[in-house]
């Protein structure tokens, strides 16, 4: 059964700092990772998908990786700002409960110290 | 611009009665999601669609029930058998398969009172 976990739970950086932020998943095989933002009580925005055969991508000062064979992603976030505080979650693709679907982590919760 | 709306933001529910959540999206995707979002847990599937007038059950289905009578729509009925309904729900879509990612609408907060 595909389990994601995404460690810390919480974290607090002072502004300018470079921070990476962890998921792990437990089966490999998947097809893609999709990291995500959530701010409160608001729904989902899409930041970065990384398909199977992909290593990074990037986007501005976004940049995810990802390594399939031990179960890995990072999201860097470069000079992290106060507008960067929300949760982080990641999700996997692949074929779980008889379908193709995302599993999700539960979050990373970052605040970012102006 | 394309995108998917949830309405409405809040919802409150009174014990017994069925509530409708809105999904609705113009970003011509073939496949729309509901998930449930509870503090400290993932995002837990309820009901997906892959095409219009399918629909299949995902991981909570009991006590919630959907239709899918037009590609843009996706309503869901949280139903009275739905003994623990508070919590918040997303509505996503894709274009399908597993090269394309999801978009999220901004969800619904559900309260019984």
């Known amino acids: 059964k595909q389990e994601v976990t995404q460690i810390p739970a919480a974290l607090s950086v002072p502004e300018g700092e470079n921070l990476v932020l962890n998921c792990s998943f437990t089966?490999?095989?998947?097809?893609?990772l999709q990291w995500f933002r959530q701010d409160p009580g608001k729904g989902l925005t899409s930041l970065l998908l990384i398909q199977s055969s992909q290593r990074e991508q990037t986007s501005g000062r976004l940049n995810a990786s990802l390594d399939k064979s031990s179960g890995r992603s990072t999201l860097y976030i470069a000079a992290s700002q106060p507008g960067d505080s929300a949760t982080y979650l990641c999700a996997v693709y692949g074929w779980a409960s008889g379908t193709y679907k995302y599993i999700f982590g539960t979050g990373t919760r970052l605040k970012v110290l102006a | 611009d394309g995108g998917i709306t949830q309405s409405p933001k809040y919802l409150f529910r009174k014990e017994g009665q069925n509530v409708t959540l809105s999904c609705e999206q113009n970003?011509?995707?073939?496949?729309m999601y509901w998930y449930r979002q509870d503090p400290g847990q993932g995002l837990r599937l309820i009901y997906y669609?892959?095409?219009?007038?399918?629909?299949q059950k995902g991981d909570i289905a009991e006590g919630y029930s959907v239709s899918r009578e037009k590609k843009e729509s996706f309503p869901l009925t949280v139903t009275s058998a739905q003994k623990n309904p508070t919590a918040f729900y997303l509505c996503a879509s894709s274009m399908g398969g597993a090269n394309y990612g999801y978009t999220f609408g901004s969800g619904t907060r559900l309260t019984v009172v």
């Open positions: 089966d490999s095989a998947i097809y893609n």
């Open positions: 970003l011509n995707h073939d496949a």
């Open positions: 669609s892959q095409i219009v007038n399918d629909f």
